[in-house]
């Protein structure tokens, strides 16, 4: 059944994906422009690696409200983890720690949620229902994430389709990992509560440049509005990833929009050919149901090996186990992801459960390559009372560690008879991805009982409808109907100056191509060297527009005048340059011309040259740069 295979990244076309079923959705994550946290006055958005004082967490899990355990709950609590939160006192206070009741809900993040819900067509909900959810990795310190509803059923266009929109909920930023080695997990706190959304597409994606695309739309939509924050770690995006036979992982915290292709393609991949190889151990007889291994304690047998990690780890007082896995011979080589294999899945869950994380992490049979003698493997296989048909997969570690890692490795291979785990992975640098946690069920999902139900009337619905944008791309539609070049047209539909340039163009019947540079690439020049731009507001912009179609000053000026609005912190028509006369013009032409007529030139033909030089910087912003080349040119005699 699972014959296809896979091509390099390259040469996958839609039919090859059509082929293994991809299917694929986005969870993206935006962290939303406030002053304050979500649910709590604290600062949002002020970022730093000092810290005042330093806390120690446990993790625990709970049963849900149907007396159940979250199966990643689990998880998290077999790694034994200690977990430090660094706190500095001007970002965190009591409530992020669980001491303190929260507030009630930010209502200005609440508005930016509403906000996007109607840029994406979606059914606002009549009330806000917050929940927990339980996370047991310790990015939060309380142990679950607040987080609520906020809309339904949206959808976005894409090509020649739409691209549902299941659901979009607000809740509070995680901490930020400073490191995680061994049983030591460090945390900072200080993005810890701030207000972001996140909006779930359904898996209508069928490529995996069609979910980079589909973010890139999710992600120009939500900073039109310009009430968003951008930079670093601002948005976040996880992608769902399922094959024909498969199921549905989450690869967690895809830094970069651009790496999702090779990302999801790779997981597409890991999927089918872990079907294959199921396939492959059924043809072998095993089964779920046959499945058989054992695992022995082979210290003794290595005391004296040369392979430096285990040589090392004995004379640590550490042990060394043995998982004999019947049938699997040459199994743990089979690839999964590019230049990856079966080996890595099995090495990923010792590292991230048993806590064994210094690498090597564990060896096997398949490949004794640079690690152990063939004498040593006969030596251990005869030991263990394994056939050749065997995978001997052996690991290392403190006592604790090596029993949670051999039997980590007895369970994943099990897990290889029946499929595809339901995991959340981690993205990896290389365009693969790496195992992180079991997925998250609903079991980790209850009320909030410090909350009440938050009521949404029709009054604030209204207000907030008022002030949305328009869809970027009905203004790209727009924008090139009217000719503007394809970057300024990307970067003005989702700009907050677009109402300037409506107004600047349909009231004042200025060039478009003008004022779209104006507010796009100028706009952009000036902040770039380090020039506050908060001064260049509507009003502001808007007045000058209005100057420049009365002709009280250039359009060469522009630049200049708008430069000029930032530095001031405001912008007066009282400080525009006078416009020149043709006179004044003349008389000034006359006397550089004999200025430049005294000079002892080495070269005459540059003459011309200097003369517009000089004439420019005595008339500069009081006459277009045109009509001075323009006057030179008839003017001058040589």
Known sequence: MYDFQFKPFNEMTAEDYAAVGFMSGLEVHQQLFTEKKLFCRCPAGIYTHDYQAEILRHMRPTLSELGEYDGTALMEFKTKKDIIYRIHYDTVCTYEMDD??????????????????????????????????????????????????????????????????????????????????????VYLTDRLGMPLIETVTAPDMKTPQEVADVNQIIRRLVRSTGHVRTGVGAGREDVNVSVTGGTRIEIKGVPSIKRIPVLTYNEAMRQWNLLRLREELHKRGVTPETFDYKIIDITSILRRTYYKPIHDAIGEGKIVKCVALKKFKGLLNWQTQTDTYFSKEISDRVRVIACLSDFPNMIHSDSYENTLSTAEGTK???????????TLVIVWGSEQDCDTAAKEIAIRAKEATIGIPSETRQALHDGTNGFERILPGPERMYPDTDLPPK???????????????????ILENRYKELGLRPDVVSNLSTSKFNKVFDYAVDELKLEPMLVSIALTQFIKRIKREGIDISALDETNLNSIFKALSENRFTKDSLLYIIKNAALSNSFSVDYLPTLISADEFASQYNLVLTEINSLELYNDTNKKTLLLDYLMKKVKGRIAVQDVISFVNENFKG
């Open 100 to 185: 303190t009741p929260p507030f009630e809900m930010n209502d200005d993040a609440l508005d930016i949620a509403f906000e996007v819900a109607m840029l994406i067509d979606a059914n606002i909900v009549d009330e806000v229902h917050i929940a927990r959810k339980q996370y047991l990795d310790g990015s939060i310190p309380t142990g679950f994430q607040r987080t609520a509803i906020t809309c339904v059923n949206g959808k976005i266009p894409y090509k020649d389709r739409e691209i549902g929109i299941i659901q979009m909920s607000i809740e509070e930023d995680s901490c930020r990992e400073e490191s995680d080695i061994g049983h030591r997990r």
């Open 380 to 390: 251990i296989r005869k030991f263990v009372g394994s056939w050749e048909e065997d």
């Open 455 to 473: 009521r949404i009337f029709g009054e604030r619905i209204e207000r907030i409808r008022k002030n949305v944008p328009i869809q970027f791309w």
